[in-house]
Protein backbone atom coordinates (compact mmCIF):
# COMPACT_ATOMS: atom_id res chain seq x y z
CA UNK A 1 0.00 0.00 0.00
CA UNK A 2 1.27 3.40 -0.81
CA UNK A 3 2.21 5.03 2.20
CA UNK A 4 -0.12 8.47 1.29
CA UNK A 5 -3.49 5.88 1.88
CA UNK A 6 -1.59 4.31 5.06
CA UNK A 7 -1.28 7.80 6.49
CA UNK A 8 -5.04 8.71 5.70
CA UNK A 9 -6.52 4.91 6.79
CA UNK A 10 -4.73 5.41 10.08
CA UNK A 11 -6.15 9.10 10.53
CA UNK A 12 -9.68 7.71 9.60
CA UNK A 13 -9.59 4.74 12.32
CA UNK A 14 -8.10 7.34 14.79
CA UNK A 15 -11.05 9.95 13.69
CA UNK A 16 -13.48 7.17 13.95
CA UNK A 17 -12.22 5.87 17.36
CA UNK A 18 -12.52 9.34 18.57
CA UNK A 19 -16.01 10.14 16.89
CA UNK A 20 -17.33 6.86 18.82
CA UNK A 21 -15.69 8.22 22.68
CA UNK A 22 -16.85 11.98 21.70
CA UNK A 23 -20.15 10.26 21.53
CA UNK A 24 -19.88 8.43 24.56
CA UNK A 25 -18.70 11.59 26.38
CA UNK A 26 -21.54 13.30 24.80
CA UNK A 27 -24.12 10.70 25.85
CA UNK A 28 -23.16 11.36 28.91
CA UNK A 29 -23.21 14.99 28.77
CA UNK A 30 -26.38 14.88 27.34
CA UNK A 31 -28.16 12.82 30.42
CA UNK A 32 -26.69 14.92 32.54
CA UNK A 33 -27.75 18.31 31.44
CA UNK A 34 -30.90 17.22 29.82
CA UNK A 35 -31.82 16.36 33.36
CA UNK A 36 -30.93 19.90 33.98
CA UNK A 37 -32.31 21.73 31.62
CA UNK A 38 -29.56 22.82 29.87
CA UNK A 39 -30.34 22.83 26.24
CA UNK A 40 -27.37 22.25 23.22
CA UNK A 41 -26.02 25.61 22.66
CA UNK A 42 -26.01 25.87 26.20
CA UNK A 43 -23.71 22.50 26.46
CA UNK A 44 -21.86 24.00 23.64
CA UNK A 45 -21.03 27.26 26.03
CA UNK A 46 -19.74 24.64 28.34
CA UNK A 47 -17.62 22.50 26.31
CA UNK A 48 -16.11 25.51 25.29
CA UNK A 49 -15.30 26.97 28.81
CA UNK A 50 -13.76 23.69 29.48
CA UNK A 51 -11.79 23.50 26.14
CA UNK A 52 -10.25 26.70 26.79
CA UNK A 53 -9.55 25.67 30.26
CA UNK A 54 -10.99 27.85 32.48
CA UNK A 55 -12.98 25.16 33.72
CA UNK A 56 -11.60 21.29 34.48
CA UNK A 57 -14.79 19.30 35.00
CA UNK A 58 -18.40 20.21 35.74
CA UNK A 59 -19.80 17.64 38.31
CA UNK A 60 -23.32 18.47 38.45
CA UNK A 61 -26.53 20.31 39.53
CA UNK A 62 -26.09 22.20 42.61
CA UNK A 63 -29.95 23.22 42.35
CA UNK A 64 -32.79 23.69 39.32
CA UNK A 65 -34.98 26.21 39.77
CA UNK A 66 -37.69 28.23 37.16
CA UNK A 67 -35.55 30.49 35.86
CA UNK A 68 -31.62 29.03 36.38
CA UNK A 69 -30.03 25.74 36.82
CA UNK A 70 -26.98 26.18 39.10
CA UNK A 71 -24.02 23.43 38.48
CA UNK A 72 -21.33 23.00 40.53
CA UNK A 73 -17.72 22.80 38.86
CA UNK A 74 -13.91 22.92 39.10
CA UNK A 75 -11.76 25.31 37.03
CA UNK A 76 -8.67 24.79 35.56
CA UNK A 77 -5.21 24.68 37.53
CA UNK A 78 -3.61 25.03 33.91
CA UNK A 79 -5.51 28.37 33.12
CA UNK A 80 -3.37 30.97 31.67
CA UNK A 81 -4.56 34.39 30.83
CA UNK A 82 -4.75 35.85 27.35
CA UNK A 83 -4.04 32.58 25.68
CA UNK A 84 -7.09 33.86 23.11
CA UNK A 85 -10.09 35.52 23.15
CA UNK A 86 -12.14 33.23 24.87
CA UNK A 87 -9.85 33.18 27.59
CA UNK A 88 -10.77 36.33 28.88
CA UNK A 89 -11.67 35.69 32.37
CA UNK A 90 -12.63 38.83 35.00
CA UNK A 91 -10.22 37.57 37.73
CA UNK A 92 -6.98 37.07 37.18
CA UNK A 93 -5.29 33.14 37.21
CA UNK A 94 -4.46 33.54 40.80
CA UNK A 95 -7.53 34.17 41.55
CA UNK A 96 -9.34 31.88 39.73
CA UNK A 97 -11.19 30.11 42.72
CA UNK A 98 -11.15 26.25 42.28
CA UNK A 99 -14.98 25.92 42.89
CA UNK A 100 -17.34 27.66 40.65
CA UNK A 101 -20.85 27.85 40.16
CA UNK A 102 -22.64 27.94 37.16
CA UNK A 103 -25.41 29.76 36.55
CA UNK A 104 -27.53 28.97 33.59
CA UNK A 105 -30.17 31.21 32.74
CA UNK A 106 -32.99 29.12 31.52
CA UNK A 107 -33.55 30.06 27.72
CA UNK A 108 -37.05 27.69 27.85
CA UNK A 109 -40.58 28.86 27.70
CA UNK A 110 -41.21 27.78 31.28
CA UNK A 111 -38.38 30.11 32.44
CA UNK A 112 -38.95 32.29 30.03
CA UNK A 113 -42.42 32.99 31.58
CA UNK A 114 -41.19 34.24 35.14
CA UNK A 115 -39.96 37.26 33.10
CA UNK A 116 -42.62 37.80 31.09
CA UNK A 117 -44.68 39.37 33.40
CA UNK A 118 -41.77 42.70 32.69
CA UNK A 119 -42.37 42.80 29.33
CA UNK A 120 -45.33 41.40 27.67
CA UNK A 121 -47.78 44.81 28.99
CA UNK A 122 -45.42 46.54 28.30
CA UNK A 123 -45.83 48.44 24.57
CA UNK A 124 -42.41 48.87 23.84
CA UNK A 125 -41.54 45.59 23.61
CA UNK A 126 -45.05 44.13 21.97
CA UNK A 127 -43.17 44.41 18.76
CA UNK A 128 -39.81 42.88 19.58
CA UNK A 129 -41.46 39.75 21.60
CA UNK A 130 -40.64 37.26 19.51
CA UNK A 131 -38.94 33.80 19.84
CA UNK A 132 -35.76 35.86 18.31
CA UNK A 133 -35.98 38.35 21.44
CA UNK A 134 -35.95 35.87 24.12
CA UNK A 135 -32.21 34.58 23.86
CA UNK A 136 -30.95 38.13 23.58
CA UNK A 137 -33.12 39.36 26.73
CA UNK A 138 -32.03 36.44 28.76
CA UNK A 139 -28.00 36.77 28.18
CA UNK A 140 -29.41 40.78 29.46
CA UNK A 141 -30.39 38.87 32.79
CA UNK A 142 -27.21 37.34 33.21
CA UNK A 143 -25.20 40.24 32.16
CA UNK A 144 -27.11 41.79 34.87
CA UNK A 145 -26.17 39.80 37.07
CA UNK A 146 -22.62 40.16 36.69
CA UNK A 147 -23.08 43.91 36.91
CA UNK A 148 -25.03 43.32 40.28
CA UNK A 149 -22.46 41.40 41.62
CA UNK A 150 -19.27 43.38 40.82
CA UNK A 151 -21.55 46.70 42.26
CA UNK A 152 -21.72 44.78 45.36
CA UNK A 153 -17.97 43.45 44.99
CA UNK A 154 -16.92 47.15 44.96
CA UNK A 155 -18.44 48.05 48.03
CA UNK A 156 -17.26 45.63 50.44
CA UNK A 157 -20.29 43.11 50.41
CA UNK A 158 -19.58 38.92 50.48
CA UNK A 159 -21.01 37.60 47.57
CA UNK A 160 -19.39 35.40 44.69
CA UNK A 161 -17.09 36.85 42.33
CA UNK A 162 -17.35 36.54 38.83
CA UNK A 163 -15.15 34.43 36.64
CA UNK A 164 -16.62 34.66 33.29
CA UNK A 165 -19.81 35.81 31.48
CA UNK A 166 -20.60 33.47 28.25
CA UNK A 167 -24.22 34.70 26.75
CA UNK A 168 -26.55 33.34 29.70
CA UNK A 169 -24.02 31.71 30.98
CA UNK A 170 -22.23 33.10 34.15
CA UNK A 171 -19.18 31.39 35.62
CA UNK A 172 -18.77 32.67 39.53
CA UNK A 173 -17.09 31.50 42.93
CA UNK A 174 -18.82 28.55 44.45
CA UNK A 175 -20.06 29.41 48.21
CA UNK A 176 -19.56 26.33 49.98
CA UNK A 177 -17.15 23.47 50.57
CA UNK A 178 -15.90 20.62 49.57
CA UNK A 179 -19.03 20.41 46.99
CA UNK A 180 -21.46 21.14 49.20
CA UNK A 181 -23.39 24.04 49.09
CA UNK A 182 -23.58 26.74 51.55
CA UNK A 183 -27.11 26.18 53.15
CA UNK A 184 -29.81 29.03 52.51
CA UNK A 185 -30.26 31.33 54.82
CA UNK A 186 -33.41 29.66 55.82
CA UNK A 187 -31.89 25.91 56.27
CA UNK A 188 -28.92 27.54 57.72
CA UNK A 189 -29.08 26.05 61.95
CA UNK A 190 -28.27 29.32 63.62
CA UNK A 191 -27.56 30.09 67.66
CA UNK A 192 -29.56 33.09 69.21
CA UNK A 193 -25.96 34.99 68.85
CA UNK A 194 -25.89 34.06 64.81
CA UNK A 195 -29.08 34.42 64.50
CA UNK A 196 -28.56 38.26 65.49
CA UNK A 197 -24.96 38.48 64.10
CA UNK A 198 -26.76 37.80 61.00
CA UNK A 199 -30.42 39.86 61.28
CA UNK A 200 -27.31 43.32 62.14
CA UNK A 201 -25.23 41.57 59.34
CA UNK A 202 -28.40 41.94 56.49
CA UNK A 203 -29.52 45.25 57.58
CA UNK A 204 -26.28 46.82 57.59
CA UNK A 205 -25.68 45.15 53.77
CA UNK A 206 -28.93 46.62 52.79
CA UNK A 207 -28.67 50.03 53.58
CA UNK A 208 -24.64 49.54 51.78
CA UNK A 209 -26.45 48.42 49.11
CA UNK A 210 -28.87 51.49 48.80
CA UNK A 211 -26.57 54.06 49.81
CA UNK A 212 -23.20 52.56 48.11
CA UNK A 213 -24.00 50.42 45.77
CA UNK A 214 -27.19 52.01 44.39
CA UNK A 215 -28.65 48.99 44.67
CA UNK A 216 -32.19 47.35 45.75
CA UNK A 217 -31.89 43.33 45.60
CA UNK A 218 -35.46 43.31 44.60
CA UNK A 219 -35.65 39.61 46.01
CA UNK A 220 -33.93 39.39 49.38
CA UNK A 221 -35.05 37.00 51.58
CA UNK A 222 -33.58 33.66 53.30
CA UNK A 223 -33.41 32.07 49.75
CA UNK A 224 -31.37 34.37 48.52
CA UNK A 225 -28.30 34.58 51.22
CA UNK A 226 -26.35 31.67 51.80
CA UNK A 227 -24.78 31.28 55.21
CA UNK A 228 -21.08 30.63 54.75
CA UNK A 229 -17.93 31.06 57.28
CA UNK A 230 -20.37 32.35 60.16
CA UNK A 231 -21.37 35.66 57.83
CA UNK A 232 -24.27 35.79 55.27
CA UNK A 233 -23.33 35.88 51.65
CA UNK A 234 -25.89 37.89 48.58
CA UNK A 235 -26.87 36.16 45.87
CA UNK A 236 -29.27 36.09 43.01
CA UNK A 237 -29.28 39.88 41.82
CA UNK A 238 -30.33 39.62 38.01
CA UNK A 239 -33.53 41.29 38.81
CA UNK A 240 -31.66 44.26 41.40
CA UNK A 241 -32.68 47.74 40.05
CA UNK A 242 -31.55 51.18 41.06
CA UNK A 243 -32.98 53.28 43.46
CA UNK A 244 -34.34 55.33 40.13
CA UNK A 245 -36.15 52.46 38.84
CA UNK A 246 -39.97 53.25 38.47
CA UNK A 247 -40.55 50.15 41.19
CA UNK A 248 -37.54 50.98 43.65
CA UNK A 249 -39.39 51.74 46.39
CA UNK A 250 -41.98 48.91 46.21
CA UNK A 251 -39.50 46.43 45.81
CA UNK A 252 -37.62 48.05 48.82
CA UNK A 253 -40.27 47.78 50.91
CA UNK A 254 -40.97 43.94 49.86
CA UNK A 255 -37.27 43.38 50.80
CA UNK A 256 -37.62 44.55 53.97
CA UNK A 257 -41.03 42.67 54.79
CA UNK A 258 -39.19 39.32 53.76
CA UNK A 259 -36.44 40.26 55.61
CA UNK A 260 -38.13 41.15 59.15
CA UNK A 261 -40.66 38.71 58.63
CA UNK A 262 -37.85 36.00 58.82
CA UNK A 263 -36.53 37.00 61.71
CA UNK A 264 -39.52 37.68 63.44
CA UNK A 265 -40.64 34.01 62.92
CA UNK A 266 -36.84 32.95 64.38
CA UNK A 267 -37.91 34.51 67.28
CA UNK A 268 -35.55 37.44 67.11
CA UNK A 269 -36.73 40.08 69.81
CA UNK A 270 -36.22 43.82 69.49
CA UNK A 271 -35.95 44.28 65.92
CA UNK A 272 -37.12 46.80 63.15
CA UNK A 273 -40.55 46.95 61.60
CA UNK A 274 -40.31 46.75 58.07
CA UNK A 275 -41.22 50.86 57.99
CA UNK A 276 -38.43 51.36 60.52
CA UNK A 277 -35.98 49.19 58.34
CA UNK A 278 -36.96 50.95 55.05
CA UNK A 279 -36.63 54.12 57.07
CA UNK A 280 -33.54 53.58 57.84
CA UNK A 281 -32.39 52.36 54.46
CA UNK A 282 -33.33 55.18 52.61
CA UNK A 283 -33.74 57.71 55.13
CA UNK A 284 -37.25 58.18 53.86
CA UNK A 285 -39.50 59.58 57.12
CA UNK A 286 -42.26 57.60 57.16
CA UNK A 287 -44.11 60.20 58.74
CA UNK A 288 -43.57 62.40 56.04
CA UNK A 289 -43.84 59.89 53.34
CA UNK A 290 -46.72 57.54 54.46
CA UNK A 291 -45.20 54.13 54.30
CA UNK A 292 -48.14 52.71 53.07
CA UNK A 293 -48.19 55.47 49.93
CA UNK A 294 -44.12 54.85 49.19
CA UNK A 295 -45.20 51.40 49.25
CA UNK A 296 -47.79 51.89 46.61
CA UNK A 297 -46.05 54.50 44.74
CA UNK A 298 -44.65 54.74 41.29
CA UNK A 299 -41.46 57.03 40.71
CA UNK A 300 -42.11 56.84 37.10
CA UNK A 301 -38.38 57.18 35.98
CA UNK A 302 -38.41 60.37 38.58
CA UNK A 303 -35.75 60.61 41.32
CA UNK A 304 -37.13 59.49 44.51
CA UNK A 305 -37.18 62.80 46.00
CA UNK A 306 -38.81 64.31 43.20
CA UNK A 307 -41.86 61.15 43.14
CA UNK A 308 -41.81 61.27 46.91
CA UNK A 309 -41.74 65.09 48.13
CA UNK A 310 -44.24 66.37 49.96
CA UNK A 311 -46.34 68.36 47.99
CA UNK A 312 -47.01 65.36 45.67
CA UNK A 313 -49.25 62.91 47.64
CA UNK A 314 -49.84 60.00 44.84
CA UNK A 315 -49.02 59.26 41.64
CA UNK A 316 -51.90 59.89 38.96
CA UNK A 317 -54.43 57.20 38.62
CA UNK A 318 -53.70 56.49 34.74
CA UNK A 319 -50.31 55.72 35.88
CA UNK A 320 -50.88 52.98 38.67
CA UNK A 321 -50.54 49.56 37.62
CA UNK A 322 -48.36 49.40 34.96
CA UNK A 323 -46.22 46.68 34.75
CA UNK A 324 -42.44 48.18 34.14
CA UNK A 325 -39.34 46.21 32.26
CA UNK A 326 -36.53 45.95 34.68
CA UNK A 327 -34.88 45.33 31.16
CA UNK A 328 -35.60 48.18 30.02
CA UNK A 329 -34.65 50.44 32.61
CA UNK A 330 -31.35 48.47 32.93
CA UNK A 331 -30.47 49.27 29.14
CA UNK A 332 -30.93 52.88 29.66
CA UNK A 333 -29.23 53.04 33.09
CA UNK A 334 -26.59 51.07 31.01
CA UNK A 335 -26.75 53.40 28.18
CA UNK A 336 -26.36 56.69 30.23
CA UNK A 337 -23.37 55.05 32.52
CA UNK A 338 -21.56 54.49 29.10
CA UNK A 339 -21.92 58.01 28.23
CA UNK A 340 -20.46 58.97 31.26
CA UNK A 341 -17.45 56.80 31.70
CA UNK A 342 -17.18 55.71 28.12
CA UNK A 343 -15.67 51.90 28.05
CA UNK A 344 -13.70 53.18 31.51
CA UNK A 345 -14.68 49.70 33.74
CA UNK A 346 -13.77 46.10 33.50
CA UNK A 347 -17.03 45.25 33.32
CA UNK A 348 -17.62 46.45 29.81
CA UNK A 349 -14.82 44.66 28.32
CA UNK A 350 -16.68 41.20 28.87
CA UNK A 351 -20.06 42.62 27.47
CA UNK A 352 -21.52 41.19 24.19
CA UNK A 353 -18.33 39.43 23.16
CA UNK A 354 -19.40 37.44 20.08
CA UNK A 355 -18.62 33.88 21.06
CA UNK A 356 -17.32 32.49 17.81
CA UNK A 357 -18.07 28.46 17.29
CA UNK A 358 -14.99 26.60 17.94
CA UNK A 359 -14.24 23.65 15.64
CA UNK A 360 -12.52 21.34 18.39
CA UNK A 361 -14.68 20.66 20.89
CA UNK A 362 -13.81 19.54 24.66
CA UNK A 363 -15.00 16.77 26.47
CA UNK A 364 -17.59 17.64 29.17
CA UNK A 365 -17.25 15.37 32.27
CA UNK A 366 -20.00 14.97 33.99
CA UNK A 367 -20.39 13.11 37.82
CA UNK A 368 -23.08 12.16 39.64
CA UNK A 369 -24.54 15.26 40.70
CA UNK A 370 -23.74 16.50 44.22
CA UNK A 371 -26.44 18.26 46.05
CA UNK A 372 -29.74 18.51 43.98
CA UNK A 373 -32.40 20.46 45.64
CA UNK A 374 -35.12 22.24 44.11
CA UNK A 375 -35.13 25.94 44.28
CA UNK A 376 -38.14 27.42 45.13
CA UNK A 377 -37.04 31.15 44.98
P1 LIG B 1 -32.63 31.13 41.16
O1 LIG B 1 -32.95 32.18 40.16
O2 LIG B 1 -32.90 29.76 40.69
O3 LIG B 1 -33.23 31.42 42.51
P2 LIG B 1 -30.07 31.51 42.51
O4 LIG B 1 -28.98 32.39 42.02
O5 LIG B 1 -30.82 31.96 43.72
O6 LIG B 1 -31.04 31.21 41.30
O7 LIG B 1 -29.43 30.09 42.81
C1 LIG B 1 -30.21 29.00 43.22
C2 LIG B 1 -29.53 28.25 44.33
O8 LIG B 1 -28.26 27.78 43.89
C3 LIG B 1 -29.23 29.09 45.55
O9 LIG B 1 -30.30 29.12 46.45
C4 LIG B 1 -28.03 28.40 46.15
O10 LIG B 1 -28.44 27.31 46.93
C5 LIG B 1 -27.31 27.88 44.92
N1 LIG B 1 -26.26 28.82 44.49
C6 LIG B 1 -26.36 29.85 43.63
N2 LIG B 1 -25.20 30.47 43.47
C7 LIG B 1 -24.31 29.84 44.25
C8 LIG B 1 -22.91 30.01 44.53
N3 LIG B 1 -22.18 30.97 43.95
N4 LIG B 1 -22.34 29.14 45.39
C9 LIG B 1 -23.04 28.16 45.97
N5 LIG B 1 -24.35 27.94 45.75
C10 LIG B 1 -24.99 28.77 44.90
MG1 LIG C 1 -32.76 32.46 44.19
Known sequence: ???????????????????????????????????????????????????????????????????????????????????????????????????????????????????????????????????????????????????????????????????????????????????????????????????????????????????????????LSEYNILWHDKKCWIIDVAQSVEPEHPSALELLMRDCGNIITFFETRGLPNIYTKEQLFEYITSLNAKTHNAAMLERIHTRGASISVATSPSQDECPEELKNLVYPFDLAWEKSQCERQQREPLKSAESSCLTTADQATSAMGTLNINVPCACQENKS
Open 1 to 219: MNSQIKVYNQLKTYSRRGAKKNKMHDRKANVATAEAGVDAPTRLLLYKLINNQILEQINGIISTGKEAVILHANSDAGYAENVNEYNRTICSPQLLPKECAIKIFKTTLNGFKQRDRYIKDDYRFKDRFSKQNKRVIINMWAEKEMHNIMRMQRVGINCPDVVVLKKHVLVMSFIGNNHNAAPKLKDARLSSWELSYAYEEIITVMHKLYNQAKLIHAD
